[in-house]
């Protein structure tokens, strides 16, 4: 008898490192064939092999090249592409789809139509801002999954409210510091702020790649205005989607030195020697908390309220950021975020299938 298929689904940068802990705890084990499925919405050598590179990952066992597109563009080709994949290989035993991309619901839906079982890693987030693209996709992706794995306790808590039964949820913790905890030794020894002829806690790191930010060129503009302002020399490795707009406007100031998207060790060397971070990503708001980095993060909301409520993030906004960055925060690290989150869902993924 064959063991049972597990595919591991992700797309984008933020992805990878939610299913490379989970894939090195799931390949040791015998009774399970785990089968990295990547999407290909992110294509680019720094926005995905980069990352298979530092994780150790092999090459993915299905690559089905959806690249870039208009939401629903993207959406329906990852579903038609997906759905073919399981009708001709296969279905698998079970789907895990992790995070918040449009692959992460797109493949949730095909798994549900073909009657197979889909869990969700980092479950139950939410931002209750429905103009975000990535909050239709984790309420989608929420409702018709089978299984809810979370990193917080709000998490379990929208779940519960939303009506998902307690015994499909459990909080396993978060599986970004699994991540962090296992390149550790090579992001300490990467010292990377050096290539950039920073010194240590001497500089910022700056990301910004939120369609609210950078989509639209007076946002953009105002946020360089306000860090012009700022006395701190800024790291900025530029998102694809920001270097567009970018290259359109001439808005860098002076004080901000550009690079091209890093590797997660090259970048996370920064970020562990920077004096603090702005941003408005999601998950270098739960890095800095682990970190206890001063995180600043350039957004009206949060799917992740327990950076703010316990760790080292604050929003905010244009208006305020000068202010702010005078108070920066340290903060403790939330439970369970320990690097054994891999590890803790190994007895629940044998139990379902
Ligand atoms: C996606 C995710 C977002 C995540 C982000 C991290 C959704 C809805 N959004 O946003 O949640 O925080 O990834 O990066 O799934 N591009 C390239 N090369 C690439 C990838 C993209 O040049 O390898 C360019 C393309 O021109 C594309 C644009 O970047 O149109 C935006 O990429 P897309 O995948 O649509 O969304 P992200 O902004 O990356």
New binding site residues.
């Given amino acids: 008898m064959t063991s049972p298929t597990i595919h591991l689904v992700c ?4 992805n990878f490192m939610k299913i490379a802990p989970l894939y090195h705890a799931l390949k040791n084990e015998t009774w399970c064939v785990p089968e990295i499925v990547h999407t290909g ?4 050598y720094q ?2 092999q980069a990352f298979f590179d530092d994780f150790g990952l092999p090459p993915a066992h299905h690559y089905l090249g959806v690249g ?2 208009t ?1 629903a563009e ?1 959406t329906a080709k990852t579903m038609l592409a997906y759905e073919a994949l399981c009708l001709a290989k296969g279905n698998p035993d079970l789907i895990i789809v992790v ?5 992460t619901m797109a493949c949730s839906i095909v798994g549900k139509k073909l009657h197979l079982k889909v869990a969700h890693l980092e479950a139950g987030l939410r931002s209750f801002d429905r103009t975000m ?2 909050e239709i ?1 984790r309420i989608v992706t929420d409702v018709i999954s089978d299984y809810h794995w979370t990193p917080s306790e709000d998490a379990n808590e929208n779940l519960l409210k939303e009506g998902i039964s307690k015994e499909k949820i459990s909080f396993v913790g978060n599986i970004m510091i699994d991540t962090y905890c296992m390149m550790r030794p090579k992001i300490f020894a990467a010292e990377s702020y050096k290539q950039f002829g920073f010194r240590s806690k001497q500089y910022a790191v700056l990301t910004l ?1 939120r ?1 609210n930010n950078v989509d639209n060129a007076t946002n953009i503009r105002e946020i360089m205005n306000a860090l012009q302002q700022v006395d701190m020399s800024f790291i900025f490795p530029v ?3 920001t270097k ?1 707009k970018l290259d359109e406007l001439s808005v860098l100031p002076s004080n901000i030195q550009t690079t091209e998207p890093l590797s997660y060790i090259d970048f996370m060397s920064l970020v562990e020697n920077s004096a603090y971070i702005i941003t408005d ?2 998950g270098i708001q739960e890095e800095t908390t682990y970190l206890g980095i001063p995180c600043f993060t350039l957004r009206t909301t949060t799917e992740r309220p327990i950076t703010v409520t316990m760790g080292s993030n604050q929003l905010v906004t244009v208006d305020n950021i000068l202010e702010k960055l005078r108070s920066p925060k340290h903060g403790s690290v939330p439970p369970l975020w320990d690097g054994k989150t891999a590890g803790r869902m190994i007895p629940l993924i044998k139990d379902l299938i």
């Fill in positions: 797309a984008a940068r933020p919405q992110h294509y680019d926005m995905s870039s597109g939401h993207q995070g918040d991309v449009n692959a693209p990535e996709n790649h369609p998102h694809p989607r567009k990503s999601g």
